[in-house]
């Protein structure tokens, strides 16, 4: 059965503080919305995710949108939100569809698989999680009583149900309601129950911004590689580092463009991944690869990091050369490093030292480099 997503994105979330809507403040490296976006159009089993948001957000939504993600205007209510939600998909319906807060960021992908397989038996199923707290009631600070907890839940989303009954409650139901079950039974549609999670949590208050950090760098595949690179002063005017070229008496001797800098980033990338040098990758003994930009190697690896899942989150190099000075080509240099990696300058260090005249590059017979990359799978 083909299943939709739709993400509920409109509300203002004051209570969270921090200026920003809670769903565009930056949570572990990215934003909420980010992290809820993905772990839904991530999942194998959703074919459409549908970000219904408020509409002076657009700007912060459309970084989000593209293949299977789409996004329309919410409501003045939840209620009003949701329905825009289900009519966007109404031209192409699909079986199924996810109803879930943007504000639950770390949604485990077993709980979308719980609610999916529920539904193969019921109209409706939404995950919770049994009150296992003693339940008072309060006046004015003070216990006024107890309740029972016995057969008390507490509520979760994603809150799923066939697509054609849930259209239909919604368009009948009048008045506000807390949430997409409380929709479908006044439609007369049952709910089934299935595990919560502990760490799908909403963020609602401030403090719910650590404990969501903490869940999600948990989650986190982090991979560290470096790289060094050397090459050697031959005849030239210029040698290219870290793609600038630098005016210098003497170029530098390689296979490639012998972009030394370049070249110790790449390997770093590949190491994070495992994936060899670029020798595996680029071999010197194929001549197509003779005199070739160092730009190529490095695009190459970047964009394998993104086909595997990953972000490129850092990178720091270290030219080690006497001569010439790098510190005035830095900027440029950082700059145009970033370009190809597809990254803000600033996730980019470039610097240099020398090595007090001591060993190969203390000769000027050469230049080398090391490189550190820092990769995060979310």
């Known amino acids: 059965m083909r299943a939709a997503a739709i993400i509920v994105a409109a509300g203002r979330g004051s209570r969270a503080g921090g200026g920003l809507p809670k769903q565009w403040r930056a949570l572990a490296g990215r934003r909420v919305a980010d992290w809820t976006?993905?772990?839904?159009?991530?999942h194998p089993a959703i074919a459409t995710v549908v970000l219904v948001h408020h509409p002076d957000d657009m700007d912060h939504v459309a970084p989000l949108l593209g293949p299977?993600?789409?996004?329309v205007h919410g409501g003045d209510s939840r209620n009003a939100s949701v329905r825009n939600g289900?009519?966007?998909?109404?031209?192409h319906a699909p079986d199924l569809v996810l109803i879930h807060d943007v504000a639950?960021?770390?949604?485990?992908?077993?709980?979308?698989?719980?609610?999916l397989t529920a539904l193969a038996d019921s109209a409706g199923a939404a995950p919770a999680l049994a009150v296992t707290d003693a339940l008072w009631r309060g006046d004015d600070a003070q216990v006024s009583g107890v309740q029972d907890r016995t057969g008390l839940y507490r509520a979760q989303t994603p809150q799923g149900f066939h697509y054609a009954?849930?259209?239909?409650?919604h368009r009948a139901f009048d008045g506000d309601a807390a949430d997409d079950v409380e929709v479908a039974r006044a439609a007369g549609l049952p709910v089934a129950i299935v595990a919560g999670h502990e760490d799908n949590l909403k963020i609602t208050h401030p403090g719910d911004f650590a404990r969501a950090e903490k869940i999600l760098r948990?989650?986190?595949d982090i991979r560290l590689g470096n790289g060094y690179d050397v090459h050697r002063f031959g005849p030239g005017d210029h040698v290219v580092l870290c793609g600038i070229k630098v005016p210098h008496g003497r170029g530098l001797q390689g296979h490639s463009d012998a972009d030394v800098g370049?070249?110790?980033?790449?390997?770093?990338?590949?190491?994070a991944l495992a994936e060899g040098d670029i020798g595996r990758h680029f071999p010197p003994s194929d001549m197509q690869w003779k005199g070739a930009a160092s730009e190529i190697f490095l695009k190459h690896a970047a964009d394998l990091a993104r086909e595997k899942g990953y972000q490129i989150s850092?990178?720091?190099?270290t030219i080690v050369c006497e001569y010439p000075k790098v510190g005035p080509h830095a900027t440029a240099m950082q700059a145009e490093m970033a370009r190809i990696m597809g990254l803000t300058p600033d996730r980019v260090s470039i610097k240099a030292t020398t090595s007090e005249r001591l060993g190969f590059t203390g000769r000027e017979e050469g230049i080398a480099a090391i490189a550190t990359a820092a990769l995060v799978k979310p």
Do not use: K, W
Not at 104 to 115: E, F, S
Not at 262 to 271: E, F, L, Q, S
């Open 262 to 271: 370049m070249h110790a980033v790449t390997d770093a990338i590949y190491g």
């Open 218 to 220: 948990g989650h986190m």
């Open 37 to 42: 976006v993905q772990a839904f159009h991530d």
């Open 314 to 317: 850092n990178i720091d190099c």
């Open 68 to 71: 299977g993600v789409i996004a």
């Open 165 to 169: 009954p849930l259209l239909a409650a």
């Open 104 to 115: 639950r960021p770390c949604i485990p992908a077993q709980v979308i698989d719980a609610v």
């Open 86 to 91: 289900l009519e966007a998909l109404s031209d």
